[in-house]
């Protein structure tokens, strides 16, 4: 027999809240009415209605003046309410009931849309189905800010003994100065007109990510694998061994020198770099899988405004609007930091560049984003071959801009020179309580 059919799970849930009355834990849990049905989901809105109205769960006895019909499970010689089971028992047995019977309505519509041979209609339910058991179903990571003190202490030493730096390093100091690093659970997105370099910096972060001994999982959604793979090689040979020729590489026509140290990089220092996978990016389900298979310590999209919107829009901007906030979510369940590009408007000054209002396709990047970073590039900076990353956005640290060497020539990407400015944000700490000392 299935074993979800032995016993009543929602009932049993009930039951066991009742008799505990820990409505913290499933709080702490995320379960909500949307577990349940028919007249456990009534019973269960009560029950969370009255604890707002009451600060405390109803009893059994107020629970039978409203629903006298309804009787819950019973256990011991006493005929005591609840179940033998923990309320966390229940707790993960509402969420696991869910995901079945979520995974069996995929698994039949996808079985419906088989048989009558449109397997695109299949493909696309199984994606939908996937990334809402994902952002609906799965629990995410919650944290009570009173306890594990210790570890906040050693948080706190590592950030002071890493000058705040406070995640993966851009490898670009003057910019980590600026955004503290790439921590974890956080989206960036990096914007610039069509054909200004975003594609690059992307690779640039990650081949400095990779040398510094993270995992690297790069998306491409244009470009394919193999030209990725060259531009990532060209970087890590110009930051290991030195200069390197990426014109004379693309067209195969290094010198012989030249040709000679390629082969050496190839056989001796790059099987000793972490891994850097590159694959290409479909939709966010996939990246999520993606993550899941390569375990990376940084997730790198080059173009997420060319994904697919697995929710089916096909206005641009609510598809971009999907993808930016479902990237946002993957980021915090996997813990990892994501970075991607997208592009500016065609409203972008060609004096200063793209500003926040600059934002192609949808306003809601700019709201999903943690930091929003805009590459820059006029006429005489490109004569000088230089670029400019300005910092729009950035929850943590500063807003600022690097002007950088951008050259292919030699492969040199090093900082000029940075400014900073101080968000508009009061840096203090109040409270109108009294005897709270403001700070």
């Not at 577990?35 to 769960?57: C, P, T, V, W």
């Not at 707790?91 to 009558?116: G, T, Y």
Request: charge should be negative; glycine fraction near 6%; aromatic fraction near 10%.
């Amino acid at each position: 027999m299935n074993r979800l059919k032995k016993y009543d799970i929602e009932k049993g849930f009930i039951s066991k809240l009742i008799e505990t009355g820990d409505i913290l834990l499933v709080k702490e849990k995320q379960i909500n009415s949307s577990y349940f049905n028919a007249e456990n989901k009534r019973i269960f809105s009560f029950i969370e209605k009255y604890y707002l109205e009451h600060g405390s769960i109803p009893t059994e006895r107020v629970l039978n003046i409203d629903f006298p019909y309804y009787k819950l499970e019973r256990y011991t010689k006493e005929n005591i309410c609840g179940t033998e089971e923990s309320l966390l028992h229940w707790c993960n047995e509402v969420r696991k009931k869910k995901k079945h019977n979520k995974i069996a309505d995929i698994v039949e519509s996808m079985a419906e849309n088989l048989q009558s041979k449109d397997s695109e209609k299949a493909y696309e339910l199984m994606k939908k189905g996937v990334l809402y058991i994902e952002n609906e179903v799965e629990e995410t990571s919650s944290v009570d800010i009173t306890q594990d003190v210790e570890s906040r202490k050693k948080m706190y030493l590592d950030k002071k003994k890493s000058k705040g730096l406070m995640g993966i390093t851009t490898g670009i100091d003057s910019l980590d100065n600026i955004t503290l690093g790439n921590e974890k659970e956080t989206l960036t997105v990096i914007i610039a007109k069509t054909g200004i370099g975003k594609s690059f910096l992307t690779f640039l972060l990650g081949a400095y990510a990779q040398i510094n001994g993270y995992r690297v999982l790069q998306f491409t959604t244009e470009m394919s694998t193999e030209m990725v793979r060259d531009r990532y090689e060209a970087l890590l040979f110009s930051m290991i061994v030195g200069d390197f020729n990426y014109s004379r590489f693309k067209k195969g026509r290094l010198y012989p020198n030249e040709e000679e140290q390629y082969f050496e990089f190839l056989d001796t220092h790059l099987p000793r770099l972490e891994p850097l996978i590159i694959e290409q990016a479909i939709g966010v389900s996939s990246v999520s899988a993606k993550i899941d298979q390569y375990k990376p310590d940084l997730v790198l999209i080059d173009g997420i405004y060319l994904m697919e919107d697995e929710r089916g829009s096909k206005e641009d901007w609510l598809r971009i609007t999907h993808i930016t906030r479902d990237l946002k979510i993957l980021a915090k369940r996997k813990k990892l930091p994501i970075i991607g590009n997208s592009q500016a408007d065609s409203q972008t000054s060609k004096k200063t560049g793209p500003e926040l209002e600059n934002i192609g396709y949808s306003k809601a990047i700019g709201q999903d984003a943690d930091k929003i970073w805009a590459l820059f590039q006029d006429d005489q900076m490109r004569t000088d071959k230089e670029m400019k990353i300005k910092v729009l956005k950035n929850r943590e640290g500063t807003l600022g801009s690097i002007t950088m060497n951008w050259d292919f020539t030699v492969m040199n990407f090093d900082s000029i020179y940075s400014n900073t400015e101080e968000k508009e944000e009061n840096n203090s700490v109040s409270s109108s309580k009294e005897g709270v000392v403001e700070v």
